[in-house]
């Protein structure tokens, strides 16, 4: 069974001390590639380095997260754009929308969002994106820009059933984690996560966040790492009714088409 995480933050200061330890048990458990989230400018400068150390096992995005959208500058501009071409970086984002913790003006949010849809649809990469209360601006927004873009997931869904099927009718992907274990705020998703396609439905960890709190025994750090993506498959196999076989070899299929891996 090979499972692909398409969404660890393996740029966070917790991996420094153990990152090749954090590969192997990857590996150990089945995860064969990760692309690693580009959420700054530095950030994204990281997920590069890390991809070029590690090629065929680890791939890139480059973006700016909403959170440090105010850091957005046009030099941030030019080197998203740079990094957009290189065949490492898979994918642009993590960008998108945050309405639940306002680190940036929803203004300044809503126009760095839409300066990097414009380089996705430039350079023809999919797009990473994030968005957490804010489906009523989100989704204006990503519709025009959905037929400019090869490809689209929206990361680490949280959100209701409508705005599920208003993604899924834009033909967008599903980006599904941990939170989907969490009994105090993710038993929603268990309900209605049968609905995503097959070739939309992708997993990820989100490491170092969103440990999966089904995970047993639970690790006295608290970090979330890929190796745990396979206990988020079998969490979803299970509410999907289908075998952990399955959900993985679908969810793997449409990551290796969806970053062209």
């Given amino acids: 069974m090979q499972l692909i995480d398409i969404g660890a933050n393996l740029t966070h200061e917790s991996f420094r001390h153990d990152f090749d330890a954090v590969l192997q048990r990857a590996a150990d458990q089945g995860v064969v590639q990760m692309i690693v989230t580009g959420a700054s400018h530095a950030g994204s400068d990281h997920a590069l380095e890390l991809a070029h150390a590690h090629p065929g096992v680890l791939y890139a995005t480059a973006g700016v997260h909403p959170h440090h959208a105010v850091d957005y500058s046009d030099l941030t501009d030019t080197r998203l754009r740079e990094l957009a071409r290189l065949p490492e970086v898979r994918a642009i984002g993590e960008t998108g929308l945050d309405y639940h913790r306002n680190y940036s003006p929803r203004d300044v949010q809503l126009d760095v969002f839409e300066r990097q849809m414009r380089i996705a649809a430039e350079v023809s990469k999919p797009l990473f994106l994030h968005q957490r209360d804010?489906?009523?601006?989100?989704?204006?927004?990503?519709?025009?820009?959905?037929?400019?873009?090869?490809?689209?997931v929206v990361h680490c869904f949280t959100d209701t059933r409508e705005a599920l099927l208003d993604y899924l009718a834009l033909d967008c992907h599903i980006g599904i984690t941990g939170w989907i274990c969490d009994e105090r705020r993710g038993t929603h998703l268990r309900q209605f996560v049968r609905e995503i396609p097959a070739n939309r439905l992708l997993i990820e960890t989100d490491a170092p966040y969103l440990l999966p709190r089904t995970v047993r025994p639970q690790p006295s750090h608290r970090r979330n790492e890929p190796m745990f993506l396979?206990?988020?498959?079998?969490?979803?196999?299970?509410?999907?009714?289908e075998s952990v076989e399955m959900t993985a070899a679908n969810s793997t299929a449409a990551a290796r088409v969806f970053f062209g891996l």
């Avoid at 601006?137 to 689209?152: E, G, Q, T």
């Avoid at 396979?230 to 009714?241: L, M, Q, V, W, Y």
């Fill in 134 to 152: 804010a489906h009523h601006d989100f989704l204006p927004l990503l519709k025009r820009y959905r037929d400019k873009v090869p490809a689209v």
């Fill in 230 to 241: 396979k206990h988020i498959c079998e969490e979803i196999a299970r509410d999907r009714g």
